[in-house]
């Protein structure tokens, strides 16, 4: 089951891909990662995905990534007396904490930390953004706005507030309770939405304790303030561009786009490009032309990986959307500007000797025309640093956990495997030879670099580089 590209697939899983035949249809058209929403399902169709997806695995001998995306705190206006309202725009609004059924001039808003926010002059959106309000005064337990852009507005539509931190954590009681389950099934990556500042992560990570890797969703403006901190805090990035566009104007999410790229690209951490990427395929065969340069720019950009999200969970033609990004990832890695661009965006190496080692691995690898470059890690961080210089062969990942080979399937450019727990450095070689055949990876005769941290099993570590032949 090699993948002969180097940027990865996320899939989400739902109600179109809940079996085992439409899993494995999904990972053997070149999922990578398995995405669950905790927006949505119960924990008995979670566990039963765990379940399968674990199955594949032994089925297939490769190891895969679950995703375990928590839903985080909705804000939602609340009940009108009609059922729903038509505002107009210049009117004036009214939302407060009175549950009083609501009407044309005010409606419930159940959330007293968004008065403690707000300021006049701060915009607010709602029902995705379809309707836009202006704050013109603020009280402890009431705002009155003024009507921007106006329509229907229904029942417990969301509430977005662009431009203030609330004082709310990312993990509500139901992430809470989601959180202990997806960590008892045995998830690799815990996805935090609302994410606004550094501590955010900070409370995740506590929680998690290192039983998973923490990936923060940036779909809130204010977290951007704040990026270099949040993306040294968590273990990758997803930009999820569905709520970022809601709460920020559509020209800004893709200058944004690429800043969060080049910013995790740069810092070593894996990044992945989300929401709506062939959206017009959870009802159609085919993407829109414009889908597939969308996808195209976020590999062309370098990042990690792309996301599949209502199209594999609730579509038409989930294989078929894997398989189509598939087909778009291989192309662009064809074409000769991908590397000129890779090799144009590539940043020195950090000032430490295994930022050396790795970067020195990357050229030597070019200079002999070596067939892959092997990294030895526990933890990932050896693997990770060889996918930052983003080298023109692959990375085989060797590791002795199997958690540390699920994490790094979401890597870019690396083909993770669990090996057994060496001792000596003879056994690194003998092991890295002897998969490097088995997984078809090389030829009797070829060049291998090899990275290592020694001792073994010290974390970020990486001190050797070892050029070895296949005999």
């Known amino acids: 089951m090699r993948r002969y590209r180097k940027a990865k697939i996320v899939a989400t899983l739902g109600p179109a891909t809940s079996d085992e ?48 995306d928590m839903q985080g705190p909705k804000l939602r206006v609340g009940k009108f007396t009609d059922g729903k309202v038509t505002l107009e725009a210049g009117q004036a609004f009214r939302l407060d904490l009175d549950e009083t059924l609501g009407d044309a001039n005010r409606a419930p808003l159940p959330h007293p930390e968004v008065f403690a926010a707000l300021e006049p002059g701060m915009g607010l959106g709602m029902d995705d953004g379809k309707i836009r309000l202006e704050v013109v005064e603020v009280g402890a337990d009431y ?37 202990r389950f997806a960590l008892q099934e045995g998830a690799d990556w815990i996805a935090l939405s609302f994410v606004q500042r550094p501590e955010d992560i900070a409370e995740a990570r506590k929680l998690i304790a290192g039983r998973a890797a923490v990936m923060a969703k940036l779909e809130k403006p204010m977290a951007l303030n704040s990026l270099g901190e949040i993306i040294n805090l968590c273990d990758a990035i997803m930009v999820a561009r569905g709520d970022l566009g809601v709460e920020m104007p559509p020209e800004e999410v893709p200058i944004q786009q690429k800043r969060i790229v080049a910013a995790c690209r740069s810092a070593g951490k894996p990044v ?169 990876m090389a030829e009797i005769g070829d060049a291998m670099a090899i990275t290592a941290g020694v001792p073994f099993g010290t974390p970020g570590a990486t001190n050797i580089l070892r050029i070895a032949w296949v005999e």
Not at 151 to 174: F, I, M, Q, R
Not at 346 to 354: D, G, I, K, V, W
Request: contains cysteine.
């Open 21 to 68: 035949a439409a899993i494995a249809a999904l990972f053997e058209a070149g999922a990578d990662v398995f995405r669950l929403n905790f927006s949505h399902g119960t924990h008995e169709d979670h566990a039963r995905s765990i379940q399968i997806i674990r199955g594949l695995e032994k089925r297939f001998g490769r190891p895969i990534g679950i995703l375990a």
């Open 143 to 179: 705002c009155e706005t003024r009507v921007t852009a106006g329509g229907e507005l229904s029942a417990n539509k969301g509430v977005n507030v662009p431009d203030a931190v609330l004082e709310l954590s990312p993990l509500t009681k139901k992430d809470h309770g989601d959180l």
């Open 272 to 440: 992945i490009v989300a929401t709506q990427m062939l959206d017009s395929m959870v009802n159609s065969p085919t993407p829109t032309r414009a889908e597939a340069s969308d996808v195209a720019t976020a590999i062309y950009d370098g990042s990690d990986a792309v996301m599949l999200s209502a199209e594999t969970a609730a579509g038409d033609y989930p294989t078929e959307s894997v398989l189509m990004m598939d087909r778009i990832i291989a192309r662009v890695e064809k074409d000769p500007h991908y590397r000129v661009q890779l090799e144009g965006s590539r940043l020195a190496p950090e000032a430490t000797a295994a930022d050396a080692i790795t970067a020195a691995a990357r050229q030597v690898a070019q200079t002999i025309s070596a067939a892959v470059i092997v990294t030895f890690t526990s933890t990932g961080s050896t693997t990770l640093r060889a996918a930052r210089e983003r080298p023109v062969v692959p990375i085989i990942g060797l590791t002795p956990r199997a958690d540390t080979a699920r994490r790094l399937s979401l890597a870019w450019g690396v083909h993770s495997l669990e090996t057994e727990d060496l001792h000596t450095f003879r056994d690194m070689v003998v092991s890295a030879i002897r998969v490097v055949k088995s997984e078809d």
